[in-house]
């Protein structure tokens, strides 16, 4: 089984059994207002967001994760449905990560996937008390709950019929023999 596979699976049960009304919510507040912008982060942070988020889900024969609106799904999220001391947690996080980044702890360009690959390696063996690990995981988690709940993966990726079967207006009647 490869990574895709995997990932595809486990997409798939988290985003059917544990989809919260959160998630539901936030992609239909995206779609009703598309061009609305982002609300909370910059630019700099989406461009970060962006390309971390495209290390764990990159474009090949699956859209990305930037290719199914991950980061502005992860905006109205962190902007609407967390309170301002989480929104406060996920700003450090994602600000304890950057300066990871810029200290230069990982070699190559900053936010290339060759450097990405092993600032996950890094924060992964960091304690979870860290707070660039917290924010790690945090966006992580994000990151993977945003791809499989968006409408994209689950029609194009995971191959799911939201309603399944069809409606024959001009089946015919059987009638059962006696």
Known sequence: MDRRDLLRAVGAAAAFTMLPSTAEAAWASLAAAPTAGLQLLSATDAATLGALADSWFPRTDTPSAT?????????????????????????????????????????????????????????????????????????????????????????EVLKNEIMPGRYVGDAPHIVPAR
């Open 67 to 155: 290719d199914v609106g991950v980061v502005a799904w992860i905006d109205v999220v962190v902007n609407e449905y967390y309170s301002e001391a989480e929104r406060k947690q996920f700003n450090d996080g994602l600000a304890a990560i950057d300066a990871l980044v810029q200290s230069g702890t990982v070699p190559g360009p900053a936010y290339s996937p060759e450097s990405n690959a092993a600032l996950f390696d890094v924060l992964e063996k960091k304690p979870r008390s860290d707070m660039a690990a917290r924010g790690y995981w945090r966006l992580k988690g994000l990151v993977v709950h945003g791809y499989f709940t968006s409408e994209r993966v689950q029609k």
